[in-house]
């Protein structure tokens, strides 16, 4: 099958979806649409065997398969794209909804947070605040009145 658009659809870096490991399967979109809705298969579903895919580093294919487990049957990612009228603006929908999907899935763990000490200024500052507001409040009762 051929290239959509003519470019491949980055996950990240170098590593694009393989093309060869794409299964496309087409259907009748639902919703209003006149004469035309009954004519064409609009609706797209692409799936993607993420556990037995050579296409991706194997540490991303974990990552993926770990991060993406509410979603696999099976090991395989399937995306729907239903939004537009034409099939070939919504492979393209879908294409890109699995890149990106892909690609938050296999992006790298953020760097634990190291825990920074209270600078002895600030904390000092806070200590004083709460000794003035506290007075202010005790000279707020009523033995004076």
């Given amino acids: 099958m051929e290239r959509m658009s003519g470019q491949p659809h980055v996950i990240r870096g170098s590593v694009s ?8 399967r087409f259907s009748r979109s639902s919703g209003p649409g006149g ?4 004519t064409t298969d609009s609706q797209v579903e692409l799936r993607f065997d993420l556990a037995n895919t ?15 487990a509410s979603r696999l049957v099976d090991g395989v990612i399937s995306v729907r794209a239903s939004e537009h009228r ?3 603006r919504n492979r393209e929908a879908a294409a890109v909804r699995l890149a990106s999907l892909l690609a ?4 790298p763990p953020p760097r634990a947070r190291r825990a920074s000490k209270v600078p002895r200024g600030v904390n000092e500052r ?3 605040e709460k000794k003035r507001r506290g007075d202010t409040k005790r000279g707020r009762s009523g033995r004076d009145w």
Avoid: C, D
Avoid at 17 to 24: I, K, R, S
């Fill in 86 to 88: 034409s099939q070939w």
């Fill in 126 to 128: 806070r200590l004083r």
């Fill in 17 to 24: 979806l393989p093309e060869a490991e794409l299964q496309w």
């Fill in 54 to 68: 050579k296409g991706l580093p194997p540490v991303w294919q974990e990552r993926a398969l770990e991060r993406l």
């Fill in 104 to 107: 938050e899935a296999t992006a």
């Fill in 35 to 38: 004469q035309h809705v009954n």
